[in-house]
């Protein structure tokens, strides 16, 4: 059995370990309120201009052609990882680099490996797993997760948008958090480019409507389309945001009672040396005091 010190020791680091997780939880609680509430003004935005741009596209019928819809053969293949930056948030960044490995290889498989594959991670987390592959990275953009703004996404998707175009990248694959509640998470790999519409509806149920369009359709799609894919790339980043946060609150939460648990297992510990200590010492004065009567 341990003596009394080494179990005052371990009992004053649980304490302190304990009062670091419980801020920690604190102070996630207070950013994850500000990403939450980021992220659901967000939302009904992002939902209401892809309905509008998927009625436009039903009464245009195909009459005008979608560069960054173009589909093509992938041999090579871009995947954004949206991680975070820092790590105590449990199995979070550990199940979206779980995600983004088998879609790089199922792209590989698929290739036989003669596809290429570019990994741009968006989380510092993301940047040092990818980073001790063969895979080549793309740096630039690591950073965007501390603090997401939509100027820096937009500078992202631009980028995105412009290597499409060029032939650089024919495919891009998000894989972000998409944020439920402070417990659960759901892990998304969303095709960012070429730009796919998915209403839920087939083509014989969508809703045509005849719009009046100035100055011309092909300028309205032109401007809408970019713009929508900027919005959901910064809609991605804020759910992994939000969802970062809740993780962390959910770890520290744990580990907090974890740590609560443990010091009750260490005080009884504590108080069973005592006491056992205590005995010792009346049982070594009776035996001296009876000595001294013999």
Do not use: W
Request: glycine letters at 6%.
């Amino acid at each position: 059995m341990p003596n009394l010190k080494e179990v005052r020791v371990r009992i004053g680091s649980v304490i302190s370990t304990q009062q670091i997780t419980k801020a920690m939880k604190m102070v996630s609680a207070s950013k994850l309120r500000r990403a939450q509430t980021s992220i659901q003004q967000l939302r009904p935005y992002t939902r209401k201009l892809s309905a509008v741009i998927d009625n436009l596209n039903a009464s245009l019928e195909g009459e005008i052609e979608l560069p960054l819809a173009t589909d093509r053969q992938v041999q090579h293949l871009a995947v954004v990882v949206v991680t975070s930056d820092k790590g105590l948030c449990g199995g979070f960044n550990a199940n979206l680099i779980k995600t983004a490995r088998k879609i790089i290889q199922n792209f590989q498989k698929q290739s036989g490996g003669k596809g290429m594959c570019t990994v741009i991670p968006v989380g510092k987390k993301g940047m040092d797993f990818f980073r001790k592959s063969d895979l080549r990275i793309d740096t630039r953009f690591v950073g965007l997760i501390q603090r997401p703004s939509f100027d820096q996404s937009a500078t992202l998707g631009t980028a995105l948008m412009d290597d499409f175009l060029n032939g650089i990248y024919d495919s891009v694959q998000v894989v972000y958090s998409e944020f439920k509640n402070p417990v659960i998470q759901y892990y998304r790999a969303h095709t960012f480019l070429p730009m796919v519409q998915d209403s839920g509806e087939t083509s014989s149920d969508k809703k045509r409507t005849d719009y009046i369009l100035e100055p011309n359709a092909a300028q309205i799609i032109a401007e809408m389309i970019p713009a929508y894919l900027r919005l959901s790339l910064h809609r991605a980043i804020l759910d992994t945001n939000a969802s970062e946060h809740g993780a962390r609150m959910t770890s520290m939460d744990k580990a907090t009672e974890n740590a609560g648990e443990l010091l009750k297992g260490l005080k009884l510990q504590y108080n069973r040396a005592r006491q056992a200590a205590i005995t010792t010492e009346i049982t070594e004065i009776v035996g001296g005091a009876a000595a001294l009567v013999g």
